[in-house]
């Protein structure tokens, strides 16, 4: 990924002037739980494959890490089926869960699923743009929020108000971990005319809306509306290989870590606005096989 790379995109995006007609957009923002609902009625619990690289990315996630004396509570925002949930539950014999979504139907299927014991997990249904977490979780008693791609769910005039729901129940020194589409992903490149919202807002054949994140507009949301600390944020570029299904190809993620402050001093620190640390230059291209994510592909 390079500067001809962007140039490029950026070349193919111009191209897509339309844009939803207004109607359509607020229905399209108002029903997104209902899409969701649906997506879950028709594909159970088979869209996703759990996610078995999330403590490749996020040492957080390891068996082993310490965050405090106590054992380490989690809470996963859009935890769809609870892909992201079972393999760290598998592994970390200690760390307790919260799981929410706003898909009943999808925090049925965590409920009912074999792995699920409500000794070390509670899933719940909750809206995260405006059903107080604080109503479920005590305030300021959380370790680590999980947000895998469920922030490109959101209509971007709601997702603030997402961060400062999240930052309520963090506890100080707390860590949001994040992986979302990337700005340029092929998902984004490849939509056709008739999909976009706004820029980078588009809605996808069943509904659901999907936001491809620049790490400004992540730096935006949780350093600055958030005041929260950013550790990292930067574009990641992987290379998803799937030979049965004849996929090779390079797919674009946003990916960050942001902390709550834990003193005065970070505070202040976090109302500054500490610098970003990637850019598309520092992106490595990686090969991995295909561990769920190339389902994402098929969605747009
Ligand atoms: C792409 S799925 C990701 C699921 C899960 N995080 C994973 O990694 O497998 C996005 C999820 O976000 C949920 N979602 C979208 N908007 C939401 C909102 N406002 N509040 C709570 N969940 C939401 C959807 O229902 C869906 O389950």
């Known amino acids: 990924m390079d500067n001809a790379f962007v140039d490029k995109a950026k070349d193919v995006l111009a191209k897509d002037t339309s844009v939803v007609p ?10 997104a739980n209902k899409n969701w609902d ?11 494959k759990d996610r078995h690289w999330t403590d490749r990315e996020f040492e957080e996630l390891r068996p082993g890490h310490t965050f405090s004396e106590e054992k380490p509570v989690l809470l996963e925002v859009g935890c769809g089926v609870g892909n992201f949930i079972w393999p760290i539950l598998e592994r970390n014999s200690d760390i307790y869960i919260y799981a ?7 925090v049925d299927f965590v ?11 509670k899933a719940f249904v909750c809206d ?18 999980s947000a895998i791609f469920v922030f490109s769910a959101l209509p971007p005039e709601k997702q603030a108000a997402a961060v400062a729901n999240i930052v309520e129940i963090l506890k100080p020194g707390g860590r949001v971990l994040l992986r979302d589409y990337g700005m340029y992903d092929l998902a984004q490149l490849r ?7 706004e820029d980078n807002l588009y809605v996808r054949q069943d509904g659901t809306l999907s936001y491809y994140f620049s790490t400004e507009r992540l730096h935006e949301l949780f350093v600055r509306y958030g005041n929260l600390i950013e550790l990292e944020n930067e574009y990641v570029v992987k290379r998803l290989v799937n030979l049965k299904k004849s996929i090779d190809s390079e797919r674009i993620f946003a990916q960050a870590k942001f902390q709550a402050p834990i003193d005065a001093g970070d505070i202040e620190a976090a109302m500054l606005g500490t610098k ?3 850019g598309y230059g520092s992106a490595v291209p990686e090969s991995y096989k295909t561990d769920g994510e190339e389902s994402e592909i098929l969605v747009d």
Do not use: M
């Open 22 to 31: 207004e109607f359509w957009q607020k229905k399209y923002k108002n029903e």
């Open 38 to 48: 649906k997506f879950y009625n028709r594909n159970t619990t088979n869209f996703f």
């Open 100 to 106: 929410c979504d706003f898909s009943p139907r999808a």
């Open 111 to 121: 409920k009912t699923n074999e792995n699920y014991t409500e000794a070390r997990c």
């Open 128 to 145: 995260i743009t405006k059903d107080r977490l604080v109503d479920t979780i005590p305030p300021h008693s959380v370790d680590i929020v």
């Open 191 to 197: 939509f056709k005319a008739g999909h976009k919202l």
């Open 276 to 278: 970003l640390s990637g």
